[in-house]
Structure formats: structure tokens, C-alpha cells
T-cell receptor, first 115, second 114 residues
Framework: DADVTQTPRNRITKTGKRIMLECSQTKGHDRMYWYRQDPGLGLRLIYY???????NKGEISDGYSVSRQAQAKFSLSLESAIPNQTALYFC??????????????FGPGTRLTVL | AQSVTQLDSQVPVFEEAPVELRCNYSSSVSVYLFWYVQYPNQGLQLLLK??????LVESINGFEAEFNKSQTSFHLRKPSVHISDTAEYFC????????????FGKGTKLSVKP
């Protein structure tokens, strides 16, 4: 079984709809991240969470919100989707620890299309 | 602010040829450096990393990268590529004291042709 799972894998929706993307992990990691990937732009960080009570905005948080329901679950919401939010969304996890950064483990991605 | 530049968006190469994917970074403090690989229709996987110590780091599948502090570079190389190396490669940097958050480059698509 995959360590980091994302649901749904594909979603087509209309402008103005509320959308939730879900991420679950079985790696026991404290840290979880949401990125979006656009062709030619690489990955950009939307939100990150270092534990259930610690949520932080990333580079491009406008138009998004998140919820850390449990250590293993981190969901991303688009309250009112717009076409320029069409992208590939990745969840990632990493272990916590002081000093050197730990490897981030990525889910398979959710392809979101907003019409 | 830190940034990562991958100068080549696409690199086509023939099988068994050498390849170099370039990565330069900008930061006012010391950094940790990473290369991630994304195979078609998959998430990213860590390929190799430089945290400290030897400036030359290697992956299990024959890639290597060298941290050059004076040139602020972390280029990825492989002496002989395989068809299976076809993927998109992302360079990433994390600044000391940034809690481990990564800044990614825009990616380089490596296409290996027979």
C-alpha cells in the first residue's frame, strides 16, 4: 500500500464550486505539505503543517485553505474554484527534527481542472 | 530571498550518452541542496541530497551532483543515460534555519532517445 495517498486522483469542476482534496499518510510523519505544480513553473508551496496545531501559509496560499484533522490527514480546500487553479496538486510528508531537513515523500498527485 | 534556477527546461539526449542538468541557487545563508525526480504520471522522489561533508554526492542509479559553493551550483550528471532515466528533474534548496521548507526550481525534462 502507498505511504501517501491522495483522493481524488482526478477532478473536473466548475468555477465557483467548493472543492476539497484529501491526503492521508501511514508514514507516521509529523510534517505535511500541499504543493501545486504548473507546467514550466515547478512546484510551489501552498500550505504546510508541522503538527496538528501548527499550520502555516506557503508561497501561494491565497484562494486556498487547509485542515489538519489528525496527524495522518491533511486536506486542501478551494472555497470558490477559479480556472487559474487548474493544476496538479501534490501532498507531501516528512519527519520532524532539528537541524538538517528530512526527505519529503510525495503522494501521486491530484489533477484538478476548473472549467 | 532564496531562489533556484534550472537553465534548461528540456534536455534531449541519446541513450548511453552523458548528460548534465544544471542548477544554480541564490541565497544569503548556507543551504541544503536536493535533486528530486518525477517519472511520468508519478509524484516526486528524492534522487540525492547534499547536507554537509563531501561536496560530491551520488545516487543508487548512477547520478551524481557536486556542490560548488563559489559558483552557487549543484549540477546533476550521469556518464551514460538509459531510456528509463526519462523523467523531469527538479533541483531544490532549503536554507539553514528555514525549518526544512524547500524551494523548487522549474524543472528540467530529460528525454532519452534510443
Amino acid at each position: 500500500d502507498a505511504d501517501v495517498t491522495q483522493t481524488p486522483r482526478n477532478r473536473i469542476t466548475k468555477t465557483g464550486k467548493r472543492i476539497m482534496l484529501e491526503c492521508s499518510q501511514t508514514k507516521g510523519h509529523d510534517r505535511m505539505y500541499w504543493y501545486r505544480q504548473d507546467p514550466g513553473l515547478g512546484l510551489r508551496l501552498i500550505y504546510y503543517s508541522f503538527d496538528v496545531k501548527d499550520i502555516n501559509k506557503g508561497e501561494i496560499s491565497d484562494g486556498y485553505s487547509v485542515s489538519r484533522q489528525a496527524q495522518a490527514k491533511f486536506s486542501l480546500s478551494l472555497e470558490s474554484a477559479i480556472p487559474n487553479q487548474t493544476a496538479l496538486y501534490f501532498c507531501a510528508t516528512s519527519d520532524s527534527g532539528a537541524g538538517e531537513p528530512n526527505e519529503q515523500f510525495f503522494g501521486p498527485g491530484t489533477r484538478l481542472t476548473v472549467l | 530571498a532564496q531562489s533556484v534556477t534550472q537553465l534548461d527546461s528540456q534536455v534531449p539526449v541519446f541513450e548511453e550518452a552523458p548528460v548534465e542538468l544544471r542548477c544554480n541557487y541564490s541565497s544569503s545563508v548556507s543551504v541544503y541542496l536536493f535533486w528530486y525526480v518525477q517519472y511520468p504520471n508519478q509524484g516526486l522522489q528524492l534522487l540525492l541530497k547534499y547536507l554537509s561533508g563531501s561536496t560530491l554526492v551520488e545516487s543508487i542509479n548512477g547520478f551524481e551532483a557536486e556542490f560548488n559553493k563559489s559558483q552557487t551550483s549543484f549540477h546533476l550528471r550521469k556518464p551514460s543515460v538509459h531510456i528509463s532515466d526519462t523523467a523531469e528533474y527538479f533541483c531544490a534548496v532549503s536554507e539553514w534555519g528555514s525549518q526544512g521548507n524547500l524551494i523548487f526550481g522549474k524543472g528540467t525534462k530529460l528525454s532519452v532517445k534510443p
